[in-house]
């Protein structure tokens, strides 16, 4: 079951027309491509999609790339909206969008439910969690990744012993509990949960029934279970193999810019190019990308790039681009100057446009010697512009 | 007084009901379908529901959900002649199970601790 509900509010204007899950993310892919992905190098292929919030960018999405699962094999992707089934109410929590879809659960009746958030960055092996959860004889498994103890404000932490048998769950604690020996560190939930169906079932019903919940896994359902249940903690492996282990909730606009810098530099915290952890998207056909103009004379006349991952589709024409992200069909003309920036689907920059640091939506027509990122006090004027300075410009934005 | 809706597709149980339950002292309001039950739910506002699950129209299952959408802390006793619909989680919303029986000792019985329940 996967959550991909979310909002995405500090997303914003990103997540004007789409939800969380929708936003397009290095050149190609949407964020809710990893957590599929990693359902599929995992092996599992019976999945729902619970959406609720500006879900039409997500369900096109969906249905555009992953109508890959074989019904005749009783594979299945669903995108299962908010029904109001029971109530009239849209999902009040995490806990509350499986309530509402006990009857889901009642047609297939699995022994193991995977429950995860359709808003996260990273690459995971959900099958040897399930094989830990089995091991372990648990009745719900939190998958969770160890973080300096700095950053428990923004958090939800989990207090283990030993043997990582849960102990409490925190929300965002300004003094966290630390993992015994390792005071630096803290467990964060990464929102990845192992249940026992019937387990999960009785106590979303119990929560349900709680006229003071907040029907949150982290916040109720957890607290709930800790003491009766058995409750562990599965450390994050991950498939990405790098030194740190790589795990990203892109919840704000300097974490979504900062993270698609990282694609483009040289040594990738986040790796793409893993021939074992093939990450799938919907990709139109495109023609290849192409560069075009190579002229010194009369006037330096070059198209080029430089560091920047280039989708299939765009045409640099006579334009030069430094460490930005293309996504497919971008158009950039001549003598236009484009760095640190991200260009979504069909972005036209025009001949002597400068664009610096900033994220520029689908099909948005930047016009001839308009300049972005190069003035503060007149972008600000007009864009939305993130604490740190980088420029948005939401779809549907016409420039004169 | 506490009122108690019953809801059964066997009117001659509804009849049985209403007079052992009037007996014990609670107002007793009857449906026989889930339709029905849940228009006199709206309507007279029950402190618990007795319900079957077999029944034409809307199944208790149904009703259930349904009822437990509009009032997610209210009590129902699932009354059933099939013991099977302990295991279906569907059900597990409701308060409590009884077997149906013309014996209404227990269902009596729960309905007592239903509303004891609720009042602490």
Not at chain 1, 11 to 28: E, W
Not at chain 1, 64 to 85: H, T, V
């Amino acid at each position: 079951m996967i959550l991909a509900g979310g909002k995405g509010e500090r997303l914003y204007p990103l997540t004007q027309d789409r939800a969380k899950p929708a936003v397009p993310f290095g050149g190609i892919y949407r964020i809710i491509d990893f957590t599929l992905s990693n359902c599929l190098n995992s092996g599992i292929r019976r999945v729902n999609l619970l959406t609720q919030y500006k879900s039409l960018s997500l369900n096109r999405h969906i249905m555009q790339g992953w109508n890959i699962f074989n019904a005749e094999l009783d594979e299945f992707i669903n995108l299962i909206p908010a029904q109001q089934r029971v109530g009239e109410d849209w999902y009040l929590g995490t806990a509350d969008a499986i309530y509402q879809n006990i009857y889901v659960l009642q047609i297939d009746r699995p022994d193991l439910i995977l429950i995860l958030s359709g808003d996260h960055v990273y690459k995971m092996n959900y099958t040897d969690m399930i094989e830990h959860h089995l091991q372990k004889k648990a009745d719900l498994t939190v998958g969770v990744i160890e973080m300096n103890k700095s950053l428990s404000r923004q958090l939800g932490v989990l207090q283990v012993d030993e043997e990582f048998r849960i102990l409490g769950f925190e929300e965002k604690p300004e003094v966290p509990k630390t993992i015994p020996g390792y005071p630096d560190l803290i467990l964060a939930n990464m929102g990845i949960y192992v249940f026992n169906t019937e387990m999960l079932v009785r106590r979303v019903i119990e929560d349900a029934k709680d006229p003071n919940s907040q029907h949150d896994f982290g916040r109720n359902i957890i607290p709930a279970m800790t003491g009766n249940d058995r409750l562990f903690a599965y450390s994050f492996q991950d498939e990405n193999k790098k030194t740190a282990k790589y795990w990203r909730d892109i919840g704000t606009l300097e974490a979504y810019f900062e993270a698609s810098m990282d694609l483009v530099s040289i040594d990738p915290l986040f790796n793409l190019y893993d021939p074992d952890w093939p990450i799938r998207t919907y990709y139109p056909p495109t023609p290849p990308a192409k560069t075009v103009f190579y002229e010194a004379q009369p006037q330096k006349r070059v198209g080029c790039t430089y560091n920047s991952l280039i989708s299939a589709g765009c045409i640099i024409s006579g334009g030069e681009v430094f460490r930005s992200i293309l996504s497919p069909g971008v158009r950039i003309h001549s003598y236009a100057e484009v760095s640190d920036s991200i260009l979504m689907d069909s972005v036209d920059i025009g001949r002597h446009a400068r664009v610096r640091r900033a994220i520029i939506d689908k099909g948005v027509k930047i016009p001839e010697g308009y300049q972005i990122g190069v003035n503060p006090e007149e972008d600000a004027a007009k864009f939305t512009v993130s604490a740190s300075g980088i420029v948005v410009i939401p779809k549907g934005t016409i420039l004169a | 007084m506490e009122k108690v809706l019953c809801v059964d597709d066997d009117l001659s149980l509804l009849r049985l009901y209403e007079d052992e339950l009037t007996e014990e002292g609670y107002e007793v309001i009857l449906a026989k379908d889930g339709k029905e039950a849940l228009a006199k739910f709206e309507k007279e506002t029950p402190q618990v529901v007795v319900m079957d699950i077999r029944m034409p129209v809307m199944d208790g299952i149904e009703a259930l959900t349904t009822l437990l959408g509009k009032d997610r802390q209210v009590p129902v006793i699932l009354n059933t002649a099939y013991p099977q619909y302990k295991e279906n989680f569907m059900t597990w919303g409701a308060e409590a199970y009884v077997v149906k029986s013309s014996d209404l000792t227990e269902l009596k019985q729960k309905i007592r601790e239903v509303l004891g329940k609720r009042k602490k």
